[in-house]
Nanobody, 125 residues
Framework: QVQVVESGGGLVQPGGSLRLSCVVS??????????IGWHRQAPGKQREYVAA???????KFADAVNGRSTISRDNAKNTVYLQMNRLKPEDTAAYYC?????????????????WGQGTRVTVSS
């Protein structure tokens, strides 16, 4: 059974940085073949797309984080990282990893096969 676990959230001051991790385990599919999407949900708001990385390496970012964020992956550790810099109070949210073994577009849409439980990011002074 596929498990997706996010970590790395916490309390950070505006202007600070965080690196979120998404670990995938229990899959028959090689991790390198997964596309990964990051989404977030702020209190009282709908979930929104943040960033994604395809199995082949291309990345895509939402306008809200473009230029402040990067995605990388370590296939040996079954892990994708979302590095977020120059954090703003409006980045405060629970961040979720959406994983799919066959479709990059699906994880961008938040319709990938697997979700994690999320990691909470709070940006506040």
């Amino acid at each position: 059974q596929v498990q997706v676990v996010e970590s790395g959230g916490g309390l950070v001051q505006p202007g600070g940085s965080l690196r979120l991790s998404c670990v995938v385990s229990g899959s028959r599919i090689l991790f390198k073949d997964y596309s990964i999407g990051w989404h977030r949900q702020a209190p009282g708001k709908q979930r929104e797309y943040v960033a994604a990385m395809s199995s082949g390496g291309p990345t895509k970012f939402a306008d809200a984080v473009n230029g402040r964020s990067t995605i990388s992956r370590d296939n040996a550790k079954n892990t994708v990282y979302l590095q977020m810099n120059r954090l703003k109070p409006e980045d405060t949210a629970a961040y979720y990893c959406n994983v799919d073994g066959s479709s990059y577009s699906q994880v961008i849409l938040g319709k990938g096969a697997y979700w994690g439980q999320g990691t909470r990011v709070t940006v506040s002074s």
